[in-house]
């Protein structure tokens, strides 16, 4: 039987995600051994040309991280869609759209512009903006378009598999890899994580208090963290209570919150808004001034209660219909 | 019934969905287009069948449904009429009766939510169609579920020894039930307790109450706490836990044989204090018992009086002479908790406090007197023995009696207090009767409905009292006329003879009305009901659950759900104990199952659940798999806020999950 063939593409991403794949370490070997690597840009020089070149369903298994935010993007994710049996997700940016799709609480006009000409470090007398089509002596030069928001991968094209994290843990990558050889794939449109959140195996779960309830929320550096203490009955916005575990605690073991990069459980529609409601749930206190005061102290709630997933929540949906061109608007 | 949140399309057969819209006679046919509402169901998803009738909640009505169950093997069912309030359980028996599992049932509420509250009536029609699809929508993800047992407590509490409590104890006692009667003072007995006469027949107040206070304290099936408040309720209706507070009086209660002795000893050699139970028109030592019936028969001590406790040391001849060793200057505050099936509120009232209304002289002159003052004062058992004397020994030659002081009156109280013209009738019957005066009654309106009532009233005219129909305006010293020296003048408008008036009198009595306690909303949110925005309980539905309330096994017995006279208060209480009689030997209640649960295998055991649950229904356990929190089914309300708090979605709620909910919405929005 012959080695399933199989691709990664990076879109719109730090490259953390890419990292994941090397972070295998001597397992990568095995991949190698084991499957076909018939696209992977980041490490092996392709072109575009390669994957036109294939069958529609040649490749057995893509991996996409990146969200989707220029023309270019879209057009390889449908791409790629068409020349793979098995597309999955790869990382919490297509997973659910990501930092990238913090963006989406600007309109595109305004990033470009911040970037661009008001960003303090850029010297750009001319006030060029990149455009889609530049008509210089040489000819028309293009650039792929700068589209209005950024999406996740399931906006763009149909996902058959998810695996989460920013970057994924290695561990959810050597299972992914394993389900697939061993066609032991789940239902389509699994996450392929845990689906319960992270308290289950953080080893500060013994010291958690037997009702949690918040007088005051703390950031990371406001505080000396107690490395052996629950963060939240510490104060810090530890977002595992919402989050799928799958990482073994990572951030909890570096004595940092975790910020919810794994995504909700397959319960769950609305990360944000389930974290809000988790965190409203437990400030200890019955006055409302006092609970307005306890909530202002969140500091850059939209972004921290969406960091990852703001294109996937129905936050965004209320956010595009508030957006009337520029500035920040919604949250 | 735990954990059953699949849908139709999951356990067994696909959905076949009956639809019914009610006509509800012209209600809601005549707004909304019944027929045009069924032909739009007909459409919707898994509908099998839709069909429009005048009365879905009539029998040929709830049999249509049951027939379409057998003939088009209907497995959900869709009734578009009232509120779920009024017939959700018709429906549900109905389809539990063609053997269709209840809870396969969703009601559209076209009247209350459409019909009566839409004006345009394509609008309506609209919002009907709106509210039939989400009905339809949700109803296909229902599962089967079976409502839960919980056996009864036997026991009864009564709160409040007036005389609504006294009858609602002795009712449900003489029926075999153990009764906690808790009482606020140091005696039973309430308002009525204070009153001379009744009307109308005339009846001595003392006479008819004390022989059933006696058998409260001598029955063998009534604990009686007085001096005592509940201060905390928890549970549900048939196993309530209730605190209460025994305050101190400082005497042992079960020694105490009411001898007086120690009243008599008292270092105090003459009552100087005012005495609360008269109205502070007499006045008691700092020991003493309330008055001479005081049920139970026991005395009491008021700390900020008696000199052991304000100068710290006295010679205690009470404590000397009393030879049952029941003075206890050490006594403390104690928490009794007792388990009961069923609460009955019968917390009274208050009288309006008359200073509210200054133009009418009430502190300021000193003939100027409450009815309840007056009531002391023609009670035999009061400080002046019966007989009816003002303030500086004289008796009164002319009395004016003021209507309405509190009642009907848009600055204090815009109801009425139902009771005040007929006992203002009977305080001038007696003042009339004792003193010979001339009685002025003032009044805006004469209400007398009731039995023997209107005829109290011609019996008051024929007695020669007089009445002038007309608000006062103002009670003055200020004499015009040499005959109005010395005299208060009752100044009023006679709108039968259209002209103002000057009425001097010597004794101004006014009848105020009666309020909830100012403690009402205290008391309603522990009792978990509701109270209207002058205090008064809020029954569970005006005409037909007069006693019951918003929570099961809360029930309502006189004055405190509005202002009564005794029979009404009697009537109701024996109403309430019925109730309670009702729910407690049935021996078992039934649980909604709404119930919120916990899957143990997807809950990390974050606990942001624990703290939020408001029926502490919430706790961690240790599992094979770490501590995972639980909910106690038993204690669950279904109010759903733990399953909206719960971080990673391990909590789920039967008749609420996320797949019903959505879907709802989808109808809703997909129609319009």
Redesign the interface.
């Known amino acids: 039987m012959s080695k399933p063939k199989v691709g990664f593409n990076w879109l719109a991403s730090c490259g953390g995600c890419e990292e994941a794949v090397v972070d295998l370490e001597e397992a990568i070997l095995d991949v190698v051994e084991a499957v076909d690597i018939v696209f992977w840009p980041c490490a092996m020089d392709f072109k575009k040309d390669d994957v036109r070149s294939m069958a529609d369903g040649e490749m057995d298994v893509c991996f996409v991280n990146g969200a989707i935010r220029t023309s270019e993007e879209e057009e390889m994710s449908r791409l790629l869609r068409k020349k793979t049996k098995i597309l999955i997700a790869f990382g919490s940016c297509s997973h659910m759209g990501g930092i990238p799709g913090l963006g989406n609480f600007y309109s595109s006009e305004s990033i470009l512009k911040s970037s661009f000409l008001e960003s303090p470090s850029t010297v750009n007398a001319e006030g060029v903006i990149p455009k889609t089509e530049t008509k210089r002596s040489e000819g028309i030069l293009t650039l792929p378009a700068f589209q209005e928001t950024a999406k996740s991968l399931d906006q763009v094209v149909e996902v058959d598999y998810y695996v989460p994290g920013c970057p994924p843990p290695v561990k959810l990558l050597k299972d992914a890899v394993q389900a697939v050889l061993e066609n032991k794939l789940p239902p389509k449109g699994a996450v392929l994580a845990p689906?319960?959140?992270?308290?289950?195996d953080c080893p500060r779960?013994d010291t958690?208090?037997?009702?949690?309830?918040i007088k005051e929320f703390k950031r990371p550096f406001e505080i000396e963290i107690d490395p052996k203490k629950c963060l939240?009955a510490q104060g810090l916005m530890c977002l595992?209570?919402?989050t799928r575990?799958g990482c073994d605690s990572a951030c909890m073991k570096a004595n940092m919150p975790c910020t919810g990069c794994l995504g909700?459980?397959?319960?769950?529609?609305d990360f944000g808004a389930?974290?809000m409601?988790?965190f409203?749930?437990?400030i200890?206190s019955t006055d409302e001034e006092e609970i307005d005061r306890l909530l202002d102290s969140i500091v850059d709630p939209e972004g921290t209660f969406y960091r990852y997933s703001l294109p996937k929540s129905y936050m965004h949906a209320i956010c595009t219909t508030m957006r009337n061109g520029s500035g920040k608007k919604g949250a | 019934m735990s954990g059953q949140n699949g849908n139709g399309k999951t356990n067994g057969s696909a959905p076949r969905v009956g639809v019914y819209v009610c006509h509800c006679g012209i209600n809601i046919a005549g707004k909304v287009d019944c027929e045009s509402v069924a032909e739009f169901a007909r459409n919707l998803p898994d509908v099998v069948v839709a069909r429009d009738y005048k009365f879905m909640c009539s029998d040929p009505g709830q049999e249509l449904i049951q027939d379409d169950i057998r003939e088009h093997k209907l497995n959900r069912v869709v009734v578009a009429s009232c509120s779920p309030l009024m017939h959700e359980n018709t429906f549900r028996k109905a389809c539990a009766d063609a053997g269709l599992n209840p809870f396969y049932f969703q009601m559209a509420n076209i009247r209350e939510h459409v019909s009566w509250v839409t004006k345009e009536k394509d609008e309506a029609d609209k919002k009907a169609k709106a509210l039939v699809a989400a009905a339809v929508h949700r109803v296909r993800f229902h599962s089967a579920l079976e409502k839960k047992r919980v056996d009864v407590h036997p026991d009864v509490v009564v709160v409040g020894g007036g005389i609504s409590g006294i009858h609602a104890a002795l009712t449900m006692a003489n029926a075999g039930k153990h009764v906690y009667l808790i009482e606020r003072e140091p005696t039973i007995g309430g308002h009525m307790a204070k009153f001379d006469k009744t009307f109308p027949t005339l009846d001595c107040s003392a006479c008819i109450l004390t022989p059933k206070m006696s058998d409260v304290k001598n029955h063998p099936n009534i604990t009686l706490w007085s001096y005592s408040e509940v201060v905390n309720v928890d549970g549900f209706a048939g196993n309530f836990k209730v605190q209460v507070k025994r305050k101190p009086r400082y005497v042992i209660e079960e020694n105490c044989i009411g001898c007086l002795q120690c009243v008599e000893e008292c270092v105090f050699k003459n009552a100087r204090f005012d005495d609360e139970f008269n109205e502070n028109l007499g006045k008691r030592k700092p020991i003493y018992m309330p008055f001479p019936q005081a049920t139970p028969p026991v005395v009491l001590i008021d700390p900020t009086q008696c000199l052991r406790f304000t100068k710290g040391k006295c010679a205690s001849k009470c404590a000397e002479a009393c030879e049952k060793n029941a003075i206890d200057f050490d006594q403390k505050e104690k928490i009794e908790e007792v388990e009961c099936g069923a609460i009955i509120l019968s917390t009274g009232f208050k009288t309006f406090d008359a200073e509210r209304i200054p133009q009418y002289g009430y502190k300021k002159y000193a003939n100027v007197y409450t009815s309840l003052e007056l009531e002391r004062l023609v009670n035999a058992a009061g400080p002046t023995s019966g007989e009816i004397k003002l303030r500086n020994g004289s008796t009164p030659q002319s009395v004016g009696i003021v209507h309405c002081v509190g009642s009907r009156d848009q600055k204090t109280n815009a109801y009425c207090s139902r009771v005040c013209c007929m006992y203002s009738l009977k305080l001038a019957h007696l003042v009339k009767e004792r003193t010979g005066a001339e009685v002025y009654n003032f009044y805006i309106d004469m209400r007398t409905p009731g039995k023997g009532y209107e005829e109290f009233y011609d019996r008051l005219l024929e007695e020669g009292n007089h009445f002038i129909r007309g608000r006062v305006a103002e009670v003055t010293d200020w004499a015009m006329s040499p005959e109005e020296q010395g005299k208060l003048v009752i100044r009023v408008e006679d709108t039968l003879i259209g002209v103002p008036r000057r009425i001097p009198v010597d004794m101004v009595v006014l009848s105020v009305g009666l309020e909830a306690h100012d403690d009402a909303d205290d008391v309603r949110r522990m009792f978990g009901i509701s109270c209207s925005k002058q205090g008064w309980f809020t029954e569970r539905h005006p005409k037909l659950a007069p006693v019951s309330t918003a929570t099961d096994g809360v029930f309502l017995a006189g004055a405190c759900q509005g202002p009564k006279d005794i029979p009404d208060c009697v009537a109701q209480a024996g109403a309430a104990a019925a109730e309670a009689l009702a729910l407690v030997d049935k021996g078992f209640v039934e649980l909604e199952p709404n119930t919120a649960s916990i899957n143990a295998d997807l809950c990390c055991g974050c606990r942001t659940c624990v703290s939020m649950c408001p029926y502490s229904a919430i706790k961690v356990d240790e599992t094979q798999d770490g501590e995972k929190s639980i909910i106690n089914e038993a204690l669950c309300k279904g109010c759903g806020t733990c399953v909206a708090a719960c971080p990673s979605g391990a909590i789920s709620q039967n008749l609420f999950t996320d797949e019903q909910i959505f879907e709802e919405i989808e109808g809703v929005l997909s129609y319009v």
């Not at chain 1, 689906?195 to 289950?200: E, G, L």
């Not at chain 1, 958690?208 to 309830?213: A, I, M, N, S, V």
């Not at chain 1, 909700?264 to 529609?269: E, G, H």
């Open positions: 689906d319960v959140a992270q308290c289950t779960q958690k208090p037997e009702k949690l309830e939240l595992g209570p919402v575990s909700p459980t397959s319960r769950v529609k389930k974290a409601a988790g409203a749930s437990i200890d």
